[in-house]
């Protein structure tokens, strides 16, 4: 069975650099067949999709985050990893991993989750 | 960016009855349409994926219809367990989008 499990500091400083990883068991990053997501959630509010790797390295970003995410990957460790910089407050949300299926073979939703963790950004 | 609309954002029902949910795409996003249901303090759960197929172990009484811009997640009769938060996520193009989520409610 797989499993995702998110780790990093639940308290950010306002504009410093966000930073979690993912870890997977049960299956392996280097997968040819899925890629690899983060999901953020503010509290009380909806989804939103952060970015994409695959196990190639590819990366794909939501567009008004692009500038200031990086998604990397650690196939050695079978795990992968977030950074956002220069946080705010507007960045404080539950961040989740999670896998998708391959978004060229029609398949791009999520499968598994992490549980997810709640990262606040405060002073 | 496809934008997905969720309808209503509250739907009150009682145990036993049916419960139809809406998700509106801007552009076409063809059947690449799924639906998930989040409880308080869980992550999301894959509920139908395809537009209209059940995950796996997702029980009978969801079923999901619709292509192309409506789409519709029913519930045929609402088990105490179905109360929570659904979502519709459109993967037919990046950025992979999802809707702001129905509160389905006692």
């Known amino acids: 069975q797989l499993q995702l499990q998110e780790s990093g500091p639940g308290l950010v400083k306002p504009s410093e650099t966000l930073s979690l990883t993912c870890t997977v068991s049960?299956?392996?990053?280097?997968?040819?067949?899925?890629?690899w997501a983060w999901i953020r959630q503010p509290p009380g509010k909806g989804l939103e999709w952060i970015g994409t790797i695959y196990y190639s390295g590819s990366t794909y970003y939501y567009p008004s985050l692009k500038s200031r995410v990086t998604i990397s990957l650690d196939t050695s460790k079978n795990r992968f990893s977030l950074k956002l910089n220069f946080v705010t407050a507007a960045d404080t949300a539950v961040y989740y991993c999670?896998?998708?299926?391959?978004?060229?073979?029609?398949?791009?939703?999520?499968?598994?989750w992490g549980q997810g963790t709640l990262v606040t950004v405060s002073s | 960016e496809k934008v997905m609309t969720q309808s209503p954002a509250t739907l009150s029902v009682s145990p036993g009855e049916r419960a139809t949910l809406s998700c509106r795409a801007s552009q076409s996003v063809s059947s690449l349409l799924a639906w998930y249901q989040q409880k308080p303090g869980q992550a999301p759960r894959l509920l139908i994926y395809?537009?209209?197929t059940r995950a796996t172990g997702v029980p009978a009484r969801f079923s999901g219809s619709g292509s192309g811009t409506e789409f519709t997640l029913t519930i045929s009769s609402l088990q105490s367990e179905d109360f929570a938060v659904y979502y519709c996520?459109?993967?037919?193009?990046?950025?992979?989008?999802f809707g702001g989520g129905t509160k389905v409610e006692i």
């Open positions: 049960g299956g392996s990053v280097s997968s040819s067949n899925y890629y």
């Open positions: 395809g537009a209209s």
């Open positions: 999670a896998r998708h299926g391959d978004y060229y073979d029609n398949s791009a939703y999520y499968d598994y």
């Open positions: 996520q459109q993967y037919n193009n990046f950025p992979l989008t």
